[in-house]
Each structure stands twice: as C-alpha cells, then as structure tokens.
C-alpha cells in the first residue's frame, strides 16, 4: 500500500492487465484519504464528497453566509449542515456564530475572557456594558464606548458612599445616559447597561 501515491508508477512498459489493480489501488488509496475527513462520494451519483463534521474550514468574512462552500447549495435543517461556524467580522468584537438549522447564532462569550474592556457579548446576542465614574456635574452623562446596534434594556447604578447616598437616572438610549445624584451625593457610581 506505501506505492499508491508513488507518482512514477505504473511504468510505462507495465502490462494491460496489470492497470486494473493499479486502478483499484489508485482508488483504494484515494478513497482512504476522502473518508479521514469527507462524506465517501456514491458512484454515478453527484452526493457525497462533503467535508465530515468538525473538519471544514470555518466561513469568516462580513457576508453572512447562506450557502455551502461549494457557493450554490442553500444551508438547510439537516445534519450536513447543522453545526457550521462563521466568524462574523461585522461586529469589533467578532464573536463565533453557528448554524442552528435556521438561523446564525452567537456560539459563546465574546470574548471569551475579561480584559477590561467595556462590553461583552452574552450567548443569546445580549450585549452587557459595564463601568464606573466619579460624580462629578452632577447631572452625570456617561456616553458609551460603542453604541447599542439596537436598543437599551436596562440600566442599573449603585452608588459608592460612606452613608446612605442616592443616585438616580433621568435620562438613557442606545448611546448614553444621564443620572443625578442626591443630598448625600456618591463620590463613585458602578453603572451596568444591557441592550441588544
């Protein structure tokens, strides 16, 4: 079997009889290597061939990606596609999606370990922005690092004090938001922000 990818046989004065056993190895040996990582192609038959699961190259790009590899056949709910992952260069954060059989979804926390950064991508697409600030013109307007794609949820403060402070919000969007603080004002406010 070490003879098969040898590319300088069968010479050329090998009998005719002997070429079908060089075919089959020649076969053989092929059909070897496109099992280790494909669906085995069926003769007369235009199916297989496809890369087996875990072993394709992911889709990468800003496209969202609606067809195989080979650029024609549209995904669907099987199992041939069920598990395909595209890296989504849309978002600053690029988060890993998968293919769930109808859609593309966010695969796990982008990203995926906590460096100081103001945002964080949860798996089901929430994205949760946290910080802190020091009370200063009280009104306060803290204003996002990067805005909300779409809309804000919720917004939560605390206020930092050695007594019992208030501090509340009059104002938030997708961008910023605004909060004032009480008679015992905070000097620090923890603020978190979750939107979509």
């Known amino acids: 079997m070490a003879d098969e990818w040898n590319v300088n046989k069968p010479i050329n004065h090998t009998l005719v009889s002997a070429l079908p ?3 089959r190895k020649l ?3 092929t059909k070897t290597q496109i099992d280790r990582e494909h669906e085995t192609p069926i003769d007369g038959d235009a199916t297989g061939g496809e890369h087996s699961n875990g072993s394709a ?3 990468k790009g800003t496209v969202t990606p609606s067809n195989r590899p ?3 056949t549209a995904l669907a709910a099987n199992d041939v596609d069920y598990g395909r992952l595209w890296i989504d260069d849309n978002l600053t954060q690029v988060p890993i999606k998968r293919w769930n059989g109808s859609a593309w979804v966010i695969t ?3 990203p995926s370990a906590y460096t100081g950064q103001q945002s964080v991508i949860l798996p089901n697409g929430m994205i949760m922005k946290m ?3 020091t009370v200063g013109s009280n009104p306060d307007t803290v204003t996002f690092a990067a805005a909300f794609p779409n809309n804000i949820v919720s917004v939560t403060v605390t206020a930092v004090h050695s007594t019992q402070p208030g501090y509340y919000l009059t104002a ?3 961008t910023a938001f605004t909060g004032i603080g009480s008679s015992a004002q905070p000097t620090t406010v923890l603020w978190t922000a979750i939107g979509y």
């Open 70 to 72: 080979d650029g024609v």
């Open 108 to 110: 796990g926390m982008s």
């Open 57 to 59: 190259v992911a889709y």
């Open 27 to 29: 076969k053989t040996s």
């Open 172 to 174: 938030y969007s997708k």
């Open 21 to 23: 056993e060089e075919i």
């Open 131 to 133: 910080g802190a600030f």
